[in-house]
């Protein structure tokens, strides 16, 4: 089976913090695809990064950085120096290589920036 | 380029009704994928289209269905509605399926039934 976890349901930090937000999954794949989708209060879900399970360099984008260990299946999303803009729900998702495998979401993380 | 459209809203039903969602994907998207997101059980999937083919089915009731155009618009319908049926109903395209994950969503429809 495939789990996707997000212990954190939400986090409350003060602009310019640094925060992660963890991510914790389960599948039996060998070959699958991470997310991170972004929330704010509008409702429309964003989409941030895929990595897929081979791939387990780190990536930064700006303020944004991923950390990926599949030794302990994890895929963490640190943003650095965090600003009121940043306030919304992070979701972390899972989908294993194949066309009729379904996306598998986590709770999601509600952060809230404040100033 | 215009993003995922979603009509209605916002609406509210009582028990019993029936609803129909309407999504208009980006162009040239031809997948269509649709969601229930309630603060309990987070996002659920209901279905995905492609090319006006049903190509995956989540865990719900008959009474959810839905249908895709041949110019990808697609419709949700949910019957008989309970109030558990309450929730922001998502819709996401994408270019050539969920294959890879990378979605498109709209703002959503928030039902609520009373």
């Known amino acids: 089976a495939q789990k996707v976890t997000q212990a954190q349901t939400e986090i409350s930090v003060v602009e310019k913090e640094d925060v992660t937000l963890d991510c914790v999954y389960e599948?039996?794949?060998?070959?699958?695809?991470l997310f991170w989708y972004k929330q704010p209060p509008s409702g429309e879900l964003v989409f941030l990064i895929r990595r897929n399970s081979f791939d387990e360099q780190n990536e930064i984008s700006g303020r944004y950085s991923w950390n990926f260990q599949k030794s302990t299946s994890s895929f963490n999303f640190t943003i650095t120096a965090s600003q009121v803009v940043d306030s919304a729900v992070y979701f972390c998702?899972?989908?294993?290589?194949?066309?009729?495998?379904?996306?598998?979401w986590g709770l999601g993380t509600s952060l809230a920036v404040n100033p | 380029k215009a993003g995922v459209t979603q009509t209605p809203r916002y609406l509210i039903k009582t028990r019993g009704q029936q609803v129909t969602l309407s999504c208009s994907p980006i162009s040239g998207h031809r997948s269509v994928s649709w969601y229930q997101q309630t603060p309990g059980q987070g996002l659920q999937f209901l279905f995905e289209?492609?090319?006006?083919?049903?190509?995956n089915k989540g865990n719900f009731p008959g009474r959810f269905s839905g249908r895709q155009f041949s110019n990808s618009r697609s419709e949700m319908n949910v019957s008989t509605l309970e109030l558990g049926d309450s929730a922001l109903y998502l819709c996401?395209?994408?270019?050539?399926?969920?294959?890879?994950?990378?979605?498109?969503f709209g703002e959503g429809s928030r039902l609520t039934v009373l």
């Open positions: 998702a899972l989908k294993a290589s194949g066309n009729n495998r379904k996306l598998i």
């Open positions: 996401a395209s994408s270019l050539g399926g969920s294959l890879t994950g990378e979605l498109f």
């Open positions: 599948t039996r794949d060998t070959t699958y695809y």
């Open positions: 289209y492609f090319s006006e083919t049903q190509r």
